[in-house]
């Protein structure tokens, strides 16, 4: 930070803030880029930001509320010890709070808690008469999503799915189809229903959202948009190296070579490549087991993307190996692959026994 104390950059803040209030461009992104700013570095001194972020969202003043709830975001944002604190008072304020603008800053400002309390402060708000509060709630379940197929956070997130406003469908249906890695029936119907939406961007959202879920109904779909340069958006591309599958290979290939997500697809879309990846991936670990019985290793996927991955016992301190990277660094050997796995590692089964081990 500068020579600014956090009650001066505020300060500043409020006034871009009024300034932009009045003015006839309440769009106006040079006032939203300096107030923007000025609360980000007030954020960065987290001991004086909370307190004042605290106080203002007790203002009477709306203004100073909303400022107060974009302080207490940005800061639990930099300052992971304030979001529990920051938390209980936006609950709080949420309770009694009836302005929509403030609200929207609430919920924002909830989301970057990480506080399970979120969930049913954002539930509740996914009612709000405003569709501009409805919107910023659909956005702010992506950092507090339960887990939970069933759970409250997603059966308000299907509800949002099918609002009247076109920008609360779409943000819903991205939040829910990509954002939030959980699946069920209901989920799958309600991504399903918005594929024949009119709003061409939520229609987009959900056909992504099915292809992360391995849906076959989201191939022809996913296919279509590949074909049409519109829809050449990386989430879609990302989509298709997800779905596994070899339909949009003859669409991505259209494009021109070099883009690494249009590569990516192309790669994960190529069943030829993609049966040579799987067997360098089971040679690697037979090979791996002859080399290092000692090593539990496996090679897996992630349920919503693509890459392989080779995870080795947690006591040997890897976070895992990209199957695709050792296949770069092992020229394309399995076995060469494997020496280099095993030489990484310690071998601290074979040669420590259990127990207390002499001083």
């Not at 020579?3 to 803040?13: M, Q, Y």
């Not at 980000?40 to 007790?58: F, Q, S």
């Not at 919920?107 to 509740?124: F, K, S, Y």
């Not at 709000?128 to 759970?151: C, I, K, M, N, Y």
């Amino acid at each position: 930070m500068e020579s600014d104390t956090v009650a001066e950059l505020v300060t500043r803040a409020l006034a871009a803030a009024r300034a932009i209030a009045s003015s006839d461009d309440p769009d106006d992104d040079d006032g939203w880029v300096d107030y923007v700013s000025l609360l980000w570095r007030a954020a960065a001194d987290g001991a004086a930001a909370l307190p004042l972020g605290l106080e203002l969202i007790g203002s009477a003043d709306p203004i100073e509320r909303v400022a107060g709830c974009d302080l207490l975001r940005d800061t639990g944002n930099q300052h992971e010890a304030v979001r529990a604190g920051t938390a209980t008072a936006l609950v709080a304020l949420a309770q009694r709070e009836t302005e929509g603008r403030v609200l929207k800053s609430l919920a924002r400002a909830i989301e970057q808690t990480h506080d399970p309390r979120a969930v049913p402060v954002l539930v509740t708000l996914a009612g709000h008469p405003d569709a501009e509060v409805r919107e910023e709630v659909a956005r702010s379940f992506a950092e507090v999503v339960t887990g939970l197929p069933d759970g409250p956070d997603i059966h308000a997130l299907i509800g949002l799915t099918q609002d009247p406003d076109p920008n609360v469908r779409d943000w819903a249906t991205f939040t829910l189809g990509v954002q939030a890695e959980v699946d069920s029936p209901a989920i799958r119907a309600a991504l399903w229903e918005r594929t024949a939406d009119e709003h061409a961007e939520t229609r987009t959202e959900a056909i992504r959202g099915l292809a992360c879920r391995h849906d076959p109904r989201a191939v022809p779909l996913l296919a279509e948009l590949i074909d049409n340069p519109e829809g050449a958006h990386v989430l879609t591309f990302s989509a298709a190296q997800i779905t596994d599958v070899p339909e949009p290979l003859p669409a991505l290939l259209e494009y021109e070579p070099g883009d690494d997500w249009v590569t990516d697809a192309v790669n994960a879309c190529n069943p030829a490549r993609r049966a040579r990846l799987d067997a360098f991936a089971w040679e690697l670990v037979c090979t791996l087991h002859r080399l290092r019985p000692d090593l539990d290793a496996a090679v897996s996927m992630e349920r919503f993307g693509w890459g392989r991955s080779l995870g080795v016992d947690a006591a040997f301190g890897s976070s895992g190996y990209d199957i695709e990277e050792l296949l770069a660094r092992a020229d394309g050997n399995p076995t060469r692959a494997a020496e280099l796995v095993a030489t990484d590692l310690p071998r601290t089964l074979l040669e420590s026994p259990p127990g207390p081990q002499p001083q």
